[in-house]
């Protein structure tokens, strides 16, 4: 079981990211899946979560608006696109998944907002 995230970096505010994660080794299109992001000295945070079939998306309060999740099933993927990025959106940002009561997390992309 593997998730491999990319396409983190260095953005001024106001600025977009994509965010991708690569799922292999698991039957992918029967989990949902997770965006988490964890900044300096703060516990890690629950970004956004899509369902298994991806028809259902959930969001926390401070990225609802400017964050979308979305899922390829055949391609094994899931994206997070990240607008209108703040300074208080650095983070390292992981993709998880829950298989069998057991989290499942890639090494994280490091997402930097700064002008």
């Known amino acids: 079981v593997q998730l491999v995230e990319s396409g983190g970096g260095l953005v001024q505010p106001g600025g977009s990211l994509r965010l991708s994660c690569a799922a292999s080794?698991?039957?992918?299109?029967?989990?949902?899946m997770s965006w988490y992001r964890q900044a300096s000295g703060k516990e890690r945070e629950l970004v956004a979560r899509?369902?298994?079939?991806?028809?259902?998306?959930n969001y926390a309060d401070s990225v609802k608006g400017r964050f979308a999740i979305s899922r390829d099933n055949a391609r094994k993927m899931v994206y997070l696109q990240m607008n209108s990025l703040k300074l208080e959106d650095t983070a390292v940002y992981y993709c998880?998944?829950?298989?069998?009561?057991?989290?499942?997390w890639g090494q994280g992309t490091q997402v930097t907002v700064s002008s």
């Open positions: 998880n998944t829950r298989r069998f009561l057991v989290d499942v």
């Open positions: 080794g698991f039957d992918f299109s029967s989990y949902a």
């Open positions: 899509i369902s298994s079939a991806g028809g259902s998306q």
